[in-house]
């Protein structure tokens, strides 16, 4: 693979990309289903759900055990519930990718602004990254509701440019999800898929990344 030049800015997805987070958001969903008095669920089919911010992974979830579309009442109800055991499982059971922590400080290292541009709640990121040890690593932190819209809208990784006034040309998108890739090929950045995340359990490489890597550390061959 022929290596990135003159790049300044990166933006990281979070959830299939840093963290493999689908157990702890299993435990919450189950969790969330049992008070409801519905049936549980597993790993293989919240991760197909995982990707589009936590309102639209419980509608799915609910949808699912149901058979049929939820109300905004019990939706709402239902997210307020979830968000209160997330709260209480968040790294019970995830954990990062191989490589992840050390790749991320030898880009550090490099001089890269860092960036992580997740649909994930703005308020969970602090404590997740800090478990991990990675917090220190991001120069700017871009959840799911920080801005008015988010991925796959370009929003975040145009803000990210615009915050440290960088050209979108010197600017990359790293993520495991159609919504990463699509949202950097919006926002006119280089993209970068991993093929080890999510996906909605789809091949990411039908979304046409202009790289694909198997392994978190290949980014050191790019970057």
């Not at 519905?38 to 990707?51: Q, R, Y």
């Not at 499982?89 to 992840?100: H, R």
């Not at 120069?139 to 979108?168: S, W």
């Amino acid at each position: 693979m022929s290596q990135l030049t003159d790049i300044k800015l990166i933006c990281f997805d979070l959830d299939g990309t840093l963290v493999n987070s689908v157990p702890d958001l299993r435990l919450s969903l189950n969790a969330m289903l049992d008070e409801l008095s519905l049936t549980n669920v597993n790993d293989l089919i919240v991760k197909t759900w995982v990707g589009d911010g936590i309102v639209k992974m419980v509608e799915r979830c609910l949808q699912h055990v149901n058979g049929n579309a939820c109300s905004q009442e019990m939706l709402a109800n239902a997210v307020s519930i979830f968000e209160g055991y997330y709260q209480q499982f968040l790294n019970t059971e995830s954990g990062l990718y191989p490589a992840v922590k050390s790749t991320l400080f030898k880009l550090q290292d490099k001089g890269y602004k860092i960036v992580l541009t997740t649909n994930k709640a703005e308020k969970f990121l602090p404590d997740l990254l800090s478990y991990f040890g990675i917090n220190r690593c991001f120069d700017l932190l871009l959840g799911g509701d920080t801005l008015a819209r988010n991925k796959p809208d370009p929003m975040q990784i145009e803000y990210a440019c615009e915050h440290f006034n960088i050209n979108v040309s010197q600017a990359v998108m790293v993520g495991d999800s159609r919504n990463d890739i699509l949202a950097g090929q919006h926002a006119k950045v280089s993209t970068i898929a991993l093929t080890y995340g999510y996906n909605f359990g789809e091949p990411i490489a039908q979304i046409n990344p202009d790289y694909i890597v198997n392994h978190f550390d290949e980014l050191l061959t790019l970057l």
